[in-house]
């Protein structure tokens, strides 16, 4: 897979707890770094660490508030996860209820023939 | 798997970590269920996604080794193909297949199996990734369920968003 391809970027990004737990936070608004670590037993530099993986992803970005800096969610990303996501159950959902009509048809014809 | 399938619902599960399974149980004999996932002038009928999609490329050599080809096509929108091999033929138990959308996806194994049951035929649909990381990758499970909890969380975050 391309390394540029924004859609596995977002998954690669995706792919740790942490960094879910950290966008499920930023979802209900901004946060500073030292509120981001708080519920996690790990250092401020591995946060940081996750917040650069985020950052790079686009998922995030960093304010410009003074020395608070605090990180913001970028949703325009996981629009396209979910779009992506949906897409399959989309073509499913909609080919098995073309299916049922079809095969319901299929059986009307043999009865009648 | 202990799901029971019921007509009318398509159910999606990730079973195991490379496993992804889709299940359906639909009102028709086995034979017929068969037929319609194997048999090229039944397939163009129904496995067309969204409404507007058509399916100009549908071919199946249906024996092991054969070579299959869909291609979807709808105005306005880029052509998606997908190809394969037929690994095995057990009509109309179940079939085996390779299956792939080009070469930055992963190859996947595919076995639908037919099963009836008082007048209903489940057809359960197994696909195989070589890793977890590629079936996560690919097929979003995020948004699947059965997830892990974090997962869930940021499937309801998603919902919020979209």
């Known amino acids: ?113 | 798997m202990t799901t029971v399938a019921r007509t009318g619902v398509t159910t999606y599960e990730t079973p195991t970590d490379t496993d992804f399974v889709i299940t359906r149980a639909f009102a028709a004999p086995r034979r017929l269920v068969f037929d319609a996932h194997t048999d090229p002038k039944h397939i163009r009928q129904w496995m067309l996604g969204p409404e507007g999609w058509t399916m100009p490329v549908c071919e199946i050599d249906l024996r092991p080794g054969g070579a299959w080809r869909y291609v979807w096509r709808k105005p306005n929108e880029s052509d998606l193909e997908m190809t394969g091999t037929v690994r095995e033929v057990v009509p109309p138990e179940r079939f085996v297949t390779t299956e792939s959308w080009g070469p930055e996806w992963p190859e996947t194994v595919n076995t639908t199996v037919f099963t009836e049951s008082e007048g209903l035929t489940t057809v359960t649909l197994t696909m195989t990734y070589p890793t977890k990381k590629a079936r996560d990758e690919a097929r979003a499970t995020g948004a699947e369920g059965g997830m892990d909890q974090s997962y869930a969380r940021l499937d309801e975050l998603l919902a919020r968003l979209v």
């Open chain 1, 1 to 113: 897979m391309p390394a540029t391809d924004t859609l596995s970027t977002t998954f690669a990004a995706l792919a740790d707890p942490t960094r879910r737990a950290i966008l499920v936070r930023l979802a209900d608004g901004p946060a500073t770094v030292k509120e981001l670590s708080e519920p996690f037993e790990m250092s401020g530099p591995a946060v940081s660490k996750h917040l650069r993986v985020l950052e790079r992803a686009g998922l995030i970005h960093r304010g410009r508030e003074a020395q608070w800096r605090p990180r913001t969610l970028e949703a325009s990303p996981l629009r396209e996860v979910a779009e992506f996501a949906g897409e399959f159950r989309r073509f499913w959902d909609a080919s098995h209820a073309r299916l049922d009509t079809y095969l319901q048809r299929l059986q009307e014809g043999e009865r009648t023939r």
